[in-house]
């Protein structure tokens, strides 16, 4: 099955400061790759999404980059505020297993005003 | 977007006693719902699928028994815990999608299991 590796799992930066998260995934046939951002005692939201059919979508402040190639994607989140602190998911679905989402471990980000 | 809603959010309940959880798609109709299960500072599990009139699908290692799951229409699906024992309380979060493959998931706002 799908598998969906996520880093760093915690991420400080400074106020208006980018952040980076980085995931893999393990199977080929995933066609979509979204991001839900979670904060603490609620539902995760979905932040932006990209489909295998292009490489970059970007979103005013959050960009996300995929090579299908390497199999690996990434999120961008510029101008850091301390709002964009919360827990980050990347995700893959599509493939073999269908319509099931497999979620990465998380990425705790915290921004220090 | 769409919305969905799972009730209750909160629930505290004795060992050895059973608890439903509901999920419902309040704009759309959802043929397929997911059910997860979150333990503290962890990813979402995914614990299975339900499908609108059929037997959900478990992942490995998920105890049918343990977890009923009924998809009785297309706009609800509960997660019955029975028997309840402390190991069971967590953070159980349902997900629909209005769409195919390649669409948005969207989460009821979670259940907070706690059982003493």
């Known amino acids: 099955g799908e598998n969906v590796e996520q880093h760093p799992s915690t991420l400080s930066v400074q106020e208006g400061d980018s952040a980076v998260i980085k995931c893999t995934y393990s199977?080929?046939?995933?066609?979509?790759f979204p991001w839900y951002k979670q904060e603490l005692g609620k539902r995760p939201q979905l932040i932006i999404d990209i489909r295998s059919n292009v490489g970059e979508k970007k979103d005013q402040r959050i960009a996300v980059t995929l090579n299908k190639t390497a199999k690996h994607f990434s999120l961008h989140i510029t101008e850091t505020q301390p709002e964009d602190s919360a827990v980050y998911f990347c995700a893959a679905s599509g493939g073999l297993r269908g319509q099931k989402v497999t979620f990465g471990t998380g990425t705790k980000l915290q921004v220090i005003p | 977007g769409a919305v969905v809603s799972q009730h209750p959010s909160r629930v505290i309940c004795k060992s050895g006693t059973s608890v439903k959880i509901e999920c419902r798609s309040l704009?759309?109709?959802?043929?397929?719902m997911f059910w997860y299960r979150q333990f503290p500072k962890k990813s979402l599990m995914l614990m299975a699928t339900s499908n609108e009139g059929s037997k959900a699908t478990y992942e490995q290692g998920v105890e049918k028994d343990k977890f009923l799951i009924n998809h009785a229409s297309l706009t609800l699906s509960t997660l019955t815990v029975t028997s309840a024992h402390p190991e069971d309380s967590s953070f159980y979060i349902c997900?629909?999608?209005?769409?195919?493959?390649?669409?948005?998931?969207?989460f009821g706002q979670g259940t907070r299991l706690t059982v003493v």
């Open positions: 199977d080929s046939a995933s066609n979509y």
């Open positions: 704009d759309f109709q959802a043929t397929t």
């Open positions: 997900s629909a999608r209005s769409g195919g493959r390649q669409t948005e998931a969207f």
